[in-house]
Structures are given as C-alpha cells and as structure tokens.
C-alpha cells in the first residue's frame, strides 16, 4: 500500500493527526504537507491536518486540545458545555493540568490552564472519543465540584447553573458529587447551595 493512502487512512481513522502520529507508523511526515497541497487533508491548526470531509462536531476544539496536551483533562466551562449542564459556550478550551506539569503552549485552540494535583486531578477522569480521538474529560459531578472549587475563575453564578442543571439531569447523582465535593475540598462551600436548590 502507497504511504500516501497509509496516511489517509490513519487520519481517516484517528480523526485528527499529527506528524509524528505519522512517524510512529513508519510514514514520513512530508506525506502530510504533500496531502495538504492535493487537496486530500485539510491543515485545521498547527501541526494538526484531518480528512477535508469529516463530519466535525461541535467538541472539535476539545479534540485538537487534547492530541495538542494529552496529558491535560477538559475541565471546568469546557467539561460543562461537553455534558450539557451550562448554558455559556466558552471560546477557550478549559484545559486542567498537574502543578509540576508543562503548560503546552499552541497556536490551535485558545487554551485556559488551570493547575491541579492529586486526586482532585487524577480522579473523575473519563475518556470520551471525539471526532476520531480520544479525550480525557472529568465526569459531570467532578466538573460540578470543581466549578465550586474555582469559582474565583468561573463565577459562583455558572457553578450554581451547573448544580442545578446537574441535580435535573442526574438526580440519583448526589453521593457521587459529595464525593467529588471532598476531594476537591468544598464540602462546606457547596452544602448550603445543594440545600437551597433541594
């Protein structure tokens, strides 16, 4: 099989590609650039190229974050428009990431970093595929605790969107966002506001 039709294929399957996801199957990079110029792949940013016709989704954005930084998990504003329980469309990709960690600097995407450690990083991760790639995602009731946590950055008016939109679409869901709410630390923050949305 020619490398150029490698390559199609690769993207065909990963959604979105970057060189060295060529590199790593034995095909060199400059098919990118080759494909680009024919018209076969599509440049949608820096280093990134994907199939003209592929179905984009509204999520595209979380997408090119994610094979950009695939060490940073979608949070907060952006976790929220993905699962549905905002009604803010951020411009930028919420983007959390390790305190010691590299902050991945792109021309893509606009990126918001925001630092976590520990379980309030590690745990609530779910991996979503999203035009043809994997992204890491916290689950909805992290994302809730986590607005709580850092409502200096989002506003107390989008976590308490979010509570309410989270208590309508997931109403068995309260020990799971009482176990995010103390891992992240805002137990006694979020009780008087779970109370009153009751």
Not at 37 to 62: F, I, K, T
Request: proline share 7%.
């Amino acid at each position: 099989m020619p490398k150029s039709q490698e390559a199609l294929d690769l993207a065909r399957r990963a959604g979105v590609v970057r060189p060295r996801d060529l590199v790593a199957h034995g095909i060199p990079r400059v098919y990118l650039s080759r494909l680009a110029r024919r018209g076969q792949l599509e440049r949608v940013g820096r280093g990134l190229y994907a199939l003209p016709d592929a179905e984009v989704s509204e999520n595209r954005m979380l997408a090119e974050a994610s094979k950009r930084a695939p060490c940073g998990v979608v949070c907060l504003l952006s976790a929220l428009r993905f699962h549905g329980l905002t009604t803010q469309n951020p411009y930028q990709v919420w983007l959390a990431i390790g305190h010691k960690a590299w902050a991945p600097k792109i021309d893509g995407p606009p990126l918001r970093i925001v630092r976590m450690s520990g379980p309030a990083m590690e745990d609530g991760v779910e991996t979503h595929r999203v035009d043809g790639v994997l992204v890491r995602v916290y689950a909805p009731a992290k994302t809730v605790a986590d607005c709580f946590k850092f409502r200096n950055k989002t506003g107390l008016d989008v976590a308490l969107e979010a509570l309410r939109d989270y208590r309508r679409a997931h109403p068995a869901g309260m020990d799971e966002l009482w176990y995010y709410a103390r891992i992240c630390r805002v137990s006694r923050v979020i009780r008087p506001y779970v109370e009153a949305v009751g």
